[in-house]
Structures are given as C-alpha cells and as structure tokens.
C-alpha cells in the first residue's frame, strides 16, 4: 500500500497511522483524506491488527483542512471538498465502527478537522503542551469531521457550542477536565504512553475489547431494554469463547490470564 501523506504499518497486533506531512503541519487535504481511508480499510480488515494506534510526525498533531488547497481550488471548491470529505468521512464512520479500539497520541496542537477526528477517536493520550480549538467559523465555514456528533457527547451541549462558535482554546489540562482527552502526560511522552496503552489492549481478550467498544457506544443512544438485551447476547457469547472461559479462570485461580493472540 503506497501512501503520501500518511505512514502505516503493523507490529505487535497494533496497526500504527502515523500523520507524515509535518511539512505541511499534517493539514487534511485531498490526498490526506484518500490515505487515511486507505490505512483504516487496511487496519479493519487484518485479522492480525487488534488496536490501532494514531500519532504524528512534526509538532502539530494536525492543523485542521489544508486552507492553501482549498483556496486554489477556486470556484471548484465546494465540488473538491465534497470529494475530499468522502473518504475523510469514510475513514472516520471506517475507524469508530471497527470491533478494535482506535488510540490517539496529540504531541501537539489539533485545530479544525485535526480536533474532529481526535473526538472521533475511542481514547487520547495528549501531551501537556497540546492545544485543541475549532476555528471552522474563524474561517467562514461549519464544522466537518464528524465532530457534530462526537463533541457534544464528550464535553456536553453548552461547551461544545462555546468550543464551536467562540473557537476558544483548550489547554491540555482543560481538555482532560472537560472530558475531551483520557490522559495528559509530559512533553514529548504522549507517542511512549499511548503505545502502552495500545499494548495493554492488544495483549487482552479482542472479541471482548472490540464488542465492549460497540456496546458502550451504541448504548449511549439506546433505550434501557435495547442495551440490555445488546449486553446479554455479546455476554454469553463471549463466556463460550475461550478468552472469556480464560479470564474467568484467571480471576479464581489469582493468576494472569492467558488469552489467544492468535
């Protein structure tokens, strides 16, 4: 898989996307969005990968659209953007629905669409001198990247309409209060935590890692009974596999647990 704007490759069961146009601040453009839908296909469909891990080269995690090509594309813009949301779109709807969890390192400042996908990700690792802002409408448009629909439910209604039409800037520490970030860690450690994150997820039991993603997440727009009935079916399906048959085992016996990494 030949990729320009993004770098992808697997080891220890983690798929890791790296954002690799620092040059360019990592801004989404065209070729930007066609990579990461590429990688996030790849990453779903390798039975091998079991997290996959974001993080970015260059010290802005990702500026948000690449401004300088939407502005050259002229009166063709609203026909290039709606191309280019396609598959940043895509990419998106591809990572959130996958049974793997999606872990994000922010070593730096994520603006725009660079704050929307991290909101779309299941869990963020952000250095201290990370910085989170909107600025869609400091440049005359609306939101994309999905954030519509994940911000609100990380921050609530009333902060993510001050986040969205103030364009006010979130320190690290404000966005882990908020509820945007999991963790904060030191300068330049956001990269090593996050992949221990993703490490202690790829060595546990996946099918049940991968649907309790889908059921808290589904959930949360759930009626009382829809959860519960969705709860029951993946629990006793994940008892008769043998990750879950291990960990109950494990957890009698005192010891660690044995899971199939296979």
């Known amino acids: 898989m030949e990729l320009e704007t993004i770098s992808y490759r697997v080891e220890n069961h983690i798929a890791h996307i790296r954002f690799n146009r620092p040059e360019g601040a990592n801004a989404v453009s065209v070729q930007f969005s ?18 996959v891990l974001v993080g970015a080269e260059g010290k802005v995690f990702c500026a948000g659209g690449d401004l300088k090509e939407f502005n050259a594309a002229g009166e ?30 922010v070593g730096g400042a994520a603006g725009g669409a660079g704050m929307s996908i991290m909101c779309a990700f299941d869990l963020v690792v952000a250095s201290e001198n990370a ?20 911000l609100a439910r990380h921050v609530g209604l009333r902060r993510a ?55 808290i997440y589904e959930g949360f727009d759930s009626s009382l009974e829809e959860a519960g009935e969705r709860e029951g079916h993946a629990i006793t399906h994940a008892m008769g596999l043998h990750d879950g048959q291990e960990g109950i085992a494990a957890f009698v016996e005192k010891r660690a647990a044995n899971f199939n990494l296979s």
């Open 161 to 215: 309409l001050d986040l969205t039409l103030t364009n006010r800037v979130l320190s690290a520490t404000e966005a882990e209060q908020w509820g945007l970030v999991n963790r904060v860690v030191p300068k330049g450690e956001a990269d090593a935590a996050a992949l221990q994150m993703a490490d202690e997820l790829a060595s546990g039991p996946a099918w049940a890692v991968g649907h309790a993603k889908r059921l």
């Open 76 to 105: 063709n813009l609203p026909s290039v953007a709606a191309d280019m949301l396609t598959d940043f779109h895509g990419a998106i709807y591809r990572m959130h629905r996958m049974p793997k969890p999606v872990v994000a390192a």
């Open 34 to 51: 066609k990579d990461l839908r590429a990688a996030s296909l790849a990453a779903h469909f390798d039975k091998d990968v079991r997290v």
């Open 131 to 150: 910085k989170f802002t909107m600025a869609y409408t400091r440049a005359g448009v609306t939101p994309d990247g999905t954030s519509t629909y994940f």
